[in-house]
Nanobody
Framework: QVQLAESGGGLVQAGASLKLSCAASGRTDIMAWFRQAPGKVREFVAAINWSGSSIYGTDGVKERFTISRDNAENRIYLQIISLQTEDTAVYYC???????????????????WGQGTQVTVSS
């Protein structure tokens, strides 16, 4: 069982930057960030493996979002620059499982989830 805990969300103005953090209770290979805006489905943002290779959800996300990890700390991060009001959402950290090494973009393929951290961007 892997427990995940996100932090770093908050209320920011458009154009600002933010860095989200997710702490895992143990080693897990594929970790990801998803986000869910009010009334919308949960959206894949980015994923990273143990070696640091990453994939992103859309070209637009890739331009402003950077996923990274610190294996010594069992943490992943999501750096967001030039925040827009459309980025307002609850951001979730997820992990596929301790023995899974294949990337995935669908929420149902992730076994472990954090409780989420709210990011609100004001205009």
């Amino acid at each position: 069982q892997v427990q995940l805990a996100e932090s770093g969300g908050g209320l920011v103005q458009a154009g600002a930057s933010l860095k989200l953090s997710c702490a895992a209770s143990g080693r897990t290979d594929i970790m990801a960030w998803f986000r869910q805006a009010p009334g919308k489905v949960r959206e894949f943002v980015a994923a990273i493996n143990w070696s640091g290779s990453s994939i992103y959800g859309t070209d637009g996300v890739k331009e402003r979002f950077t996923i990274s990890r610190d294996n010594a700390e069992n943490r992943i991060y999501l750096q967001i620059i030039s925040l827009q009001t459309e980025d307002t959402a609850v951001y979730y950290c997820a992990a596929r499982g301790t023995a899974v090494t294949v990337f995935a973009r669908t929420a149902s393929q992730y076994r472990f989830w954090g409780q989420g951290t709210q990011v609100t961007v004001s205009s």
